[in-house]
């Protein structure tokens, strides 16, 4: 096993090398590959998203949150059969057991398709968002982040594919104006009194890339391949980002989507986070790529998880997700 694997920091990334000299594109795959391939998760700085949408997201998200929660349930995800909305705190599930959190689910703003077959049930995603009335600055500020938050991760992506010798523009077949993104609002309660520290349990992330904006809490840990417990503490004007499933699939285990996971702050802290999750069409179909022999040779080949088989079909893969993550959902549209 590789040393870089047992590091005890997340790599920091300054993106802007890309659009440098050859020196400093050189330099930033370097980093890059490196982070990619042997710790999952990374922190982005020169990312140029100005400080007003993300001050702006991160206190529009506080103010929804300190509304009694008959008002936040105007917009109950259980009124949405495409998972958007507010869940409940407790009310989300990884691995079985409830998160310590309350959350906005919102993703791309389209019609819903009614007409499906039904070996393409997934479709059944696509939809509208709910927004509440009683907070109409919220939108905007969601369609900002949004906005920037696609560009960023289109940009880490183009870098990524450089890390794998590949064209600049090679994941950009399967995304377009189809592309199913989307991104959360987070509450994470503190502790309290009971044993509870699962601010949300143990996971990956399916699709391609994973995208967070956190406040100055802290809380996210990362699980390294020996399996110990990293700290990704909040580091100014910078972002997480973590490998999705998606791309362990594509470069057959080259990169591999990384466990992590968030603990609750202790006492009363409230703690604040949004993810953004960057994903294709939903038809799209992912399989293994052929990389070079010497990248092939570092392959660890794709997870295997009879608790999280891996689904080639983006959108079953994702659909799955939803499915376990929201039972009461599921169970009122899609059983």
Known sequence: MSNAIKQTTIPVIDISKLDGSESDRKQL??????????????????????KFVTDNILSETKKFFNHPVEEKAEIDNINSKQFRGYTRF?????????????????????????????????????????WPTFQPSLKPAVQD????????????????????ELPENFFEQWFDEQS??????????????????QGVGAHKDYGFLALLLQDNVGGL???T???????????????????????EIITNGYFRATVHRVLSPKGNIERFSIPFFYGPRLDAVITPIKLS?????QSRGIEADPNNPLIANYGENSLKGWLRAHPKVAEKYWN
């Open 29 to 50: 795959i370097e980093d890059l590959r490196f982070a990619a391939h042997d710790v999952g998760f990374f922190y982005i700085s020169g990312h140029n998203i100005p």
């Open 90 to 130: 407790g009310y989300e599930l990884t691995n079985g057991t409830p998160d310590r959190r309350e959350q906005i689910d919102i993703g791309p703003e389209r019609e819903s398709i009614y007409e499906i077959a039904p070996e393409k049930r997934f479709l059944g995603l696509v939809g509208p968002n709910q």
């Open 145 to 164: 982040w949004l906005k920037y938050s696609q560009e960023i991760s289109l940009k880490v992506l183009s870098a990524l594919a450089l890390t794998l």
């Open 180 to 197: 199913h993104f989307h991104t959360k609002l987070i509450r994470y309660e503190g502790q309290g009194n009971d044993s509870s520290n």
């Open 221 to 223: 840990q990362v699980q």
């Open 225 to 247: 391949l020996d399996g110990e417990w990293v700290d990704a503490p909040p580091i100014e004007d910078t972002f997480v980002f973590n490998i999705g499933e998606v791309l």
């Open 293 to 297: 022999a010497e990248l092939t040779a």
